[in-house]
Nanobody, 115 residues
Framework: QVQLVESGGGLVQPGGSLRLSCAAS????????MAWYRQAPGKQRELVAR???????AYVDSVKGRFTISGDNAKNTVYLQMNSLKFEDTAVYYC?????????WGQGTQVTVSS
């Protein structure tokens, strides 16, 4: 089992920045992927950014150049640095981990972009 705890969400003005953190614990050895998803009201959950164990990353087109996913192995933590935030980035952001056949989710953290 892998436990994931997100933090760092909040209210920010358009153009502002936030950094989300996802602390992983439990059976974290050999996790294949760590990712951030988001779900806005009335919309399906979508993949925002993903990082493989190799370090390779991928992003949804709408956040390319603005968001960066990174990891700190010593802290067992994955980050999502979000810059130049837009109204449409408002959503609950979820941390996700994939290990073999197991898929794990955090509880989510709210990000609201509003003036």
């Amino acid at each position: 089992q892998v436990q994931l705890v997100e933090s760092g969400g909040g209210l920010v003005q358009p153009g502002g920045s936030l950094r989300l953190s996802c602390a992983a614990s439990g059976s974290i050895l050999s996790i294949d992927y760590m990712a951030w998803y988001r779900q806005a009201p009335g919309k399906q959950r979508e993949l925002v950014a993903r990082m493989a164990s190799s370090g390779s990353t991928a992003y949804v087109d709408s956040v390319k150049g603005r968001f960066t996913i990174s990891g700190d192995n010593a802290k067992n933590t994955v980050y999502l640095q979000m810059n130049s935030l837009k109204f449409e980035d408002t959503a609950v952001y979820y941390c996700n981990a994939v290990k073999g056949w197991g898929v794990y989710w955090g509880q989510g953290t709210q990000v609201t972009v509003s003036s």
